[in-house]
């Protein structure tokens, strides 16, 4: 049996995932430009770092487990469906990320990302993301694929344009 999911959980986990860190990050930003500037380098680094990470430990599920390779062969339809979301994702944040190369690429990727961790809380929430788990990998590992084939286009973009 699932669990209704109420509007202000969702409502709720949006303004913790999305809105406060964008305005802690701008707040920084404005009282503590130099600081913000000296780390962020090693912040993307440790993001960088954890990512590849993620996908290691994902891949390495993925080896060590018959059974969620079994679930994985979701069938050429569902496996599409997981592209065309994963595409779309990025092409509404590079479209409504501004003039901006560096702002349309980050909204991009964020917009990827941030799909998927919502899906898994409300799935959570309503007690079936067990059940949701080998969709949620495909997308993740999909969406991987799409948001590194995006950073190259978006880099080889840039460096044509700068030249």
């Known amino acids: 049996a699932t669990q209704q999911v109420s509007l202000l959980d969702v409502a ?8 406060l860190p964008v305005i ?3 707040s920084l930003r404005y009282f503590f430009p130099k600081l913000v500037e000296s780390i962020a380098k090693y912040i993307n680094m440790l993001a960088n770092i954890l990512f590849l990470l993620l996908v290691i430990a994902i891949v390495a ?3 060590l487990s018959a059974d969620l390779r079994a679930q994985l ?8 469906a997981v592209i ?8 509404i944040g590079h479209l409504l990320g501004g003039p901006r190369s560096d702002q349309r690429a980050g909204l991009a990727v964020a917009c990827l990302a941030r799909n998927i ?20 990998l495909i997308y993740i590992l999909l969406g991987t694929t799409i948001q590194i084939l995006y950073s190259i286009w978006i880099k080889r973009h840039n460096a044509s344009s700068d030249s």
């Open 12 to 19: 709720w986990q949006i303004g913790k995932v999305t809105f």
């Open 24 to 26: 802690i990050g701008l």
């Open 117 to 136: 961790g919502l899906a898994i809380f409300i799935a959570s929430l309503a007690g079936i993301a067990e059940a949701l788990f080998p969709t949620f």
């Open 84 to 91: 065309m979301a994963g595409v779309a994702a990025v092409a």
């Open 61 to 63: 599920v993925l080896i």
């Open 73 to 80: 062969l979701v069938g050429w339809p569902a496996f599409f």
